[in-house]
Every structure is written in structure tokens, then in C-alpha cells.
């Protein structure tokens, strides 16, 4: 599968950083508001609805939260004015005063464009943000059906993307072998032969109770499972007709029919499943761990410092992001000796640098001179230095990996270079 354009890959992660930085604001009451506008609503239509909401909040009781609500709605006001119409897939204000904690509050405001139309005209005033028409664009389009299954066991489940989602697992009542002779061996084949088919009614009522809701997002449905039971279940025609004909050929070979065989069943499916972001991103962190068990020849960097000094000589293939990165590259300077010095932190830690001293000369007067983020920075030198960037989930193992042992940043190199520095040799004695 060719690599995601970069710039929809950042567009995708700015939209969800977004929505990161707007679900933390929390307010102290139910005064943070939310509007969302369709792209077919009247201007004057949500003007008057708002007029309208500004004067029932005067009736609200608490002096503060009416006092916050009615700026909240008078500074959306005020920004709806200036749209003759809503942008093409519309537009949602989220306004109001969130909390800071020692019973203070700051103002946000936060705009944003949704990358698809919005449906829905809503209003919500509440102790946080209204983002479930958001949300519910941060999706995967392709979603699999799983089904992995024996005599004895079953389970069902879902691929969304990159992640495994188990939905169902059932026990059968199927007896084992028997040691019995004579008539009485006909008798109980007979029992086993009803009971196994009773079983295999029983998982298409359950893949038609979980997948048909789903049939025109289902991309297809993949079917393992140990022995030979999954071809007969298939070739006997249990599934609905509709579900039947989005069984992937070849049926898998798994060892397993629970929940990990999900996972097995996916892994078994590499072949068929070749395109979708979950196979695409095990192949390429596998890559990345076989370069850097090569070592000094290994085609491999990661961590920041590493994958800075790799970008900088333009030796970067690949750089690969994880999703999950929250870090801003800030730059501070300290207004007494104007000494400047850059780090690269996670949101949570910056105010607590600029509550510190100064490196250089140890007075507390440090500000922030430049903040950017870091993901979108090494988005924009990636593509300057002609390398692919890929942004990986942390929904997958790989990615999880990425994310918590390599710092959530690696490179695949065009050639090997000297990255890391030696360690200091320990003094003798």
C-alpha cells in the first residue's frame, strides 16, 4: 500500500489534536457552550436562536455562571456575525471559561471546520464541551468481520482500522468423541451431528445480529478457526446470504478460537488484508526493528535527538510518528539576562519551566518566546527533506511500541549514520 499523502496525515492529526485540546477544557458548572451550525442553516436563523438563548440565561441562578453563560453566547455572537453563510461542511463554536484550578477560570475559544458536513443544528450548554458530532468523524472507513471457530468455541469480532475489536465468544454444547459401540454409536453421532448444527445456527444468528447493522461498512468478513469445521460451516451455507458473500477466500488456519485467535486471524490475513493501514503499519515497525538489530549497519534511528541529526544530514526514509506524541517544541527566554534555550516537552510541563529558574542565571523570569508543535514540526521537515512521514496509531501493538519505547518518533534511513553518541567512559577508581 502507497504511504497517506503527509498532508492528510497532518490534517488528520491536527483535526484529532484539536479535538484533544477542547474535550480537557472542564468548567466549573454548566457554563461552557457549544454551537454547531450545518452548512445549509441561515445565519439570521442562528442569530435569533441565540438572541433568544442570551435572554433565558439571565434566569439562571448562580451570579457567576449567568454572568459566564451570557459572555460565552455574546462572543459566539459576535463570531456568527461575521459568516454571510456557514463554510461548505459548516462550522462549531466552543466558548465559555474553564477551570485552572485554586477556584480561578481563563476564557477559550475554539473554532473549528469539521473535514466532513455537519448533519445536525445543535446547541449545548454543560460543564464540557459537546464533541459527539466531531468524534464520530475520527474514524476508519473499512471495517472486517471476524470469525474464528470450532466445534467447541466461537468468537466474533470486528477490525476498525488498526484495532481488534472482540464483540461476542460462546461455548458450545457439542459432546466429544464417544467410546460407545453398536446401535448406541449411530445414536450419539446422530446427537453430536444435531448439536453442531444447532451450533453453527446459533453463530449466524449471532454474525447476522452483529454484522448486518454494519453491512455497508463491512469490506468483508474473514472466517478461521482449526480443522476442518469453518469449511463446512461456509461451504453449507449457514451465514445469511448477504454476510455469505463477504467471506474472504481462502478461509484461515488458526490454532486458536478465542479472543487472541482474533488477533491470529488478523495476522494469518496479511495477504488478503495487504492495503489496510493495521497490516501496513506491523510491516514497517517489523522493518524498523530489523534495522536496528543490525546496529552499526542497521538502516534505523529513533528518539528525538537521533532522528533530529538524521533529518538534519537529509539521511531519513521514512519517518515514522507516533499519533499519540503530545509535545510542544518551545522556545524560552528569560527577560532578565535574555538567555534563550529550546526543549521539547509533553502540554503538562511547560508551565512548570516557565514557573523555574533560568538556566543561566537562575532568576524566575522566564517567558515563552515561540511555541510549535512537535508533531506538525517534524510533519514539515520530513517533507522538506523528501522523506515519507507516516503517523502510526497507538491502537496496534507496533504502535504502542512505537509510542513507549522508542519516544514515539523513528526513522528509517537511505543510508547508515553515525547517531548515537557513546557513552562517557566511567572514571577508574
Same mark, same amino acid.
Given at each position: 500500500?502507497?504511504?497517506?499523502?503527509?498532508d492528510l496525515e497532518l490534517a488528520r492529526y491536527s483535526f484529532q489534536r484539536k479535538l484533544d485540546e477542547i474535550a480537557a477544557a472542564k468548567g466549573r458548572a454548566t457554563e461552557l457552550v457549544s454551537l454547531y451550525?450545518?452548512?445549509g442553516k441561515q445565519v439570521s436563523d442562528v442569530m435569533a436562536y441565540l438572541r433568544n438563548e442570551y435572554a433565558q440565561s439571565s434566569n439562571i441562578k448562580s451570579r457567576t455562571t449567568r454572568k459566564n453563560v451570557m459572555w460565552a453566547i455574546e462572543s459566539i455572537m459576535g463570531r456568527v456575525r461575521q459568516y454571510k453563510q456557514p463554510p461548505p461542511n459548516g462550522v462549531a463554536f466552543f466558548v465559555g471559561r474553564k477551570a485552572i484550578g485554586a477556584d480561578k477560570t481563563e476564557p477559550v475559544t475554539f473554532i473549528v471546520e469539521p473535514p466532513e458536513p455537519l448533519n445536525t443544528y445543535l446547541y449545548r450548554c454543560d460543564s464540557s464541551f459537546q464533541l459527539d458530532p466531531l468524534l464520530a468523524m475520527v474514524h476508519e472507513p473499512?471495517?472486517?468481520? &471476524?470469525?474464528v471457530m470450532d466445534r467447541a468455541e466461537v468468537t466474533l469480532g470486528l477490525l476498525k482500522g488498526k484495532r481488534v475489536e472482540p464483540l461476542r465468544n460462546r461455548q458450545s454444547q457439542v459432546p466429544s468423541k464417544h467410546g460407545r459401540g453398536g446401535q448406541s454409536q449411530h445414536r450419539f453421532e446422530r446427537l453430536i451431528e444435531h448439536a453442531a448444527h444447532e451450533f453453527f445456527v446459533k453463530i449466524a444468528e449471532m454474525a447476522g445480529e452483529l454484522f448486518l447493522p454494519r453491512k455497508d461498512r463491512l469490506k468483508g468478513i474473514l472466517l478461521g478457526g482449526p480443522g476442518a469445521t469453518k469449511e463446512y460451516f461456509y461451504k453449507e451455507g449457514y &451465514?445469511?446470504?448477504?454476510?455469505q458473500q463477504k467471506v474472504v477466500q481462502p478461509l484461515f488456519d488458526t490454532g486458536y478460537t478465542d479472543e487472541y485467535g482474533l488477533k491470529e486471524l488478523v495476522e494469518k490475513a496479511t495477504q488478503t488484508l495487504h492495503g489496510l493501514e493495521l497490516t501496513e503499519e506491523k510491516r514497517i515497525i517489523q522493518r524498523l526493528l530489523n534495522e536496528i538489530r543490525k546496529a552499526e549497519t542497521g538502516l534505523a534511528a529513533y528518539g528525538e535527538v537521533d532522528?533530529?541529526?538524521a533529518l538534519d544530514v537529509g539521511a531519513v526514509d521514512t519517518l515514522l510518528i507516533s499519533e499519540?506524541?503530545?509535545k510542544q517544541r518551545v522556545t524560552f527566554r528569560c527577560t532578565s539576562c535574555q538567555h534563550e534555550f529550546r526543549r521539547t516537552l509533553p502540554d503538562s510541563e511547560i508551565d512548570a519551566v516557565l514557573d523555574g529558574p533560568c538556566p543561566n542565571c537562575g532568576q524566575r523570569a522566564l517567558t515563552e518566546a515561540k511555541n510549535e508543535d512537535f508533531v506538525e514540526s517534524l510533519f514539515r521537515r520530513g517533507a522538506e527533506s523528501g522523506a515519507t512521514v507516516r503517523l502510526i496509531s497507538t491502537e496496534s501493538e507496533e504502535g504502542e511500541m512505537l509510542e513507549k519505547a522508542f519516544h514515539g518518533v523513528a526513522a528509517i534511513l537511505r543510508y547508515p549514520i553515525?547517531?548515537?553518541?557513546?557513552p562517557r567512559p566511567r572514571a577508574s577508581g
Open positions: 500500500m502507497s504511504a497517506p499523502p503527509a451550525v450545518p452548512p473499512d471495517v472486517w468481520g &471476524l470469525i &451465514l445469511q446470504y448477504e454476510l532522528v533530529n541529526h499519540g506524541l503530545r553515525a547517531t548515537r553518541v557513546p
